[in-house]
């Protein structure tokens, strides 16, 4: 079956950096995408990573390593509204977008 | 980015009853449409994958007779939620794609609170 697991909760101080994993297993390989959402709004896109590598964005960077079928996304400079769910997923060889359960981040002062 | 809106943002009706929830692509053409659904705490569930002027492909374990979607143009699909029950009281939100299935990235609409009492 396809499968993608990411931590559930995590906690992190303002300013600090924090990482979030992901690991995928799916039928086939088009694409990584992170998402943020806070609760009770519809998600928000952060990254696409589809090549091996790093790919950053102001304070937000994601990497991939498909051979490992593994993503990380990093948070630098934390702030307050950065805590919300952060959703990991993959589109498979149907095109199809496998969702992961989310990792809640809870950023402390 | 492009926008999605949906309407209502939120509705509450009584179990028996039908309600309609549209999804808009305001500055973009969705050839696909997709509908998910999230319970509290808990990750999002495709519902159905649309296309304009076919009809949905619903996931497994979806009733296709429950939930009716219409994609009838390219910057609009509703969902139907037909003969609402409790169980049904979710967090209803769709997403488009500019192009095919193949298209890098979804615009998701700001979703749609359901309570059926």
């Known amino acids: 079956g396809q499968n993608i697991d990411q931590p559930t909760e995590m906690t992190a101080t303002e300013g600090a950096i924090v990482q979030i994993n992901c690991t995928y297993q799916?039928?086939?390989?088009?694409?990584l995408f992170w998402y943020q959402q806070h609760a009770g709004e519809a998600p928000t896109f952060l990254s696409y990573?589809?090549l091996d590598g790093l790919e950053e964005k102001g304070r937000f960077s994601s990497f991939l390593s498909r051979s490992k079928g593994y993503s990380y996304l990093l948070l630098k400079e934390l702030q307050m509204k950065d805590s919300a769910s952060y959703l990991c997923?993959?589109?498979?060889?149907?095109?199809?977008?496998?969702w992961g359960a989310g990792t809640k981040l809870i950023i402390k002062p | 980015g492009a926008v999605v809106s949906q309407h209502p943002s939120w509705v509450i009706c009584k179990s028996g009853t039908s309600v309609k929830i549209e999804c808009r692509s305001l500055?973009?053409?969705?050839?696909?449409m997709f509908w998910y659904r999230q319970f509290p705490k808990q990750s999002l569930m495709l519902m159905a994958t649309?296309?304009?002027?076919?009809?949905?492909?619903?996931e497994q374990g979806v009733e296709k007779d429950k939930f009716l979607i219409n994609h009838a143009s390219l910057t609009l699909s509703t969902l139907t939620v037909t003969s609402a029950h409790p169980e049904d009281s979710s967090f209803y939100i769709c997403?488009?794609?500019?192009?095919?299935?193949?298209?890098?990235?979804?615009?998701f609409g700001p979703g749609t609170r359901l309570t059926v009492l």
């Open positions: 997403s488009g794609t500019p192009g095919l299935a193949g298209s890098n990235e979804q615009f």
């Open positions: 500055d973009f053409q969705a050839t696909t």
């Open positions: 649309s296309n304009e002027g076919s009809k949905a492909t619903y």
């Open positions: 799916t039928s086939g390989f088009n694409g």
């Open positions: 990573n589809v």
């Open positions: 997923a993959v589109k498979d060889s149907n095109y199809q977008l496998i």
